[in-house]
């Protein structure tokens, strides 16, 4: 990782990388062309970039919105006793990560989560609502041993089935600490290449 800087975005930066956002999502074939994107707004974005030409190489973001109006919880067909218990949480408990995007041949998914993990825990937030396409959940769930609740129903969107969940960022890192020593110790650890904010 010491050939990227991550950092959440702002100003210029935080427009290129809704920028890339679009022109991923477009080209896969997630989003139309000149589509409007009603949660850039409520959004906080991350970025990674090469440390030589500043070239933004991947992005996710966080939607910060009332349970209700989650892209994950509009979407799908949210299991009752789930739904419950999210309404139950205070509303800076909880955000949706997504957005989640790379530019090929550049490997920045661990470092983008590892810097929306350390955001969210400076900001106390505790848990990530997200959908996720099935193919990746398993590989996730096999690889890195990422306990994702399942909130709901899987549901084709955005193309492919996918499915939603939830996931509790303390207890995620407890089983990476007993089960994925290594991906929790990445997680865990300072780096000067993770930055508060990239300008």
Request: net charge neutral.
């Amino acid at each position: 990782m010491k050939d990227y800087c991550f950092g959440s975005a702002e100003g210029v930066l935080r427009k290129d990388a809704i920028a890339l956002h679009h022109q991923r999502y477009q080209e896969v074939g997630f989003f139309k062309r000149n589509e409007q994107d009603p949660y850039e707004g409520c959004s906080t974005y991350f970025v990674a970039q090469t440390t030589d030409l500043k070239q933004i190489v991947g992005v996710t973001r966080l939607v910060f919105l009332n349970v209700n109006e989650l892209p994950t919880i509009k979407h799908f067909d949210i299991f009752d006793i789930e739904m419950l218990k999210l309404s139950r949480m205070d509303d800076n408990k909880y955000a949706e990560i997504s957005a989640f995007t790379k530019m090929p041949k550049h490997d920045v998914g661990l470092g983008l989560i590892k810097t929306v993990l350390k955001y969210s825990f400076n900001k106390d937030i505790t848990h990530w609502v997200c959908c996720i396409d099935e193919r990746v959940y398993n590989y996730m769930h096999r690889m890195f041993k990422f306990p994702f609740e399942v909130i709901g129903e899987p549901n084709v969107y955005l193309g492919s089935k996918t499915i939603p969940c939830l996931l509790n960022l303390a207890e995620c890192l407890a089983i990476l600490k007993e089960k994925r020593r290594v991906l929790y110790d990445y997680f865990v650890e300072n780096e000067d290449n993770v930055v508060g904010v990239v300008k």
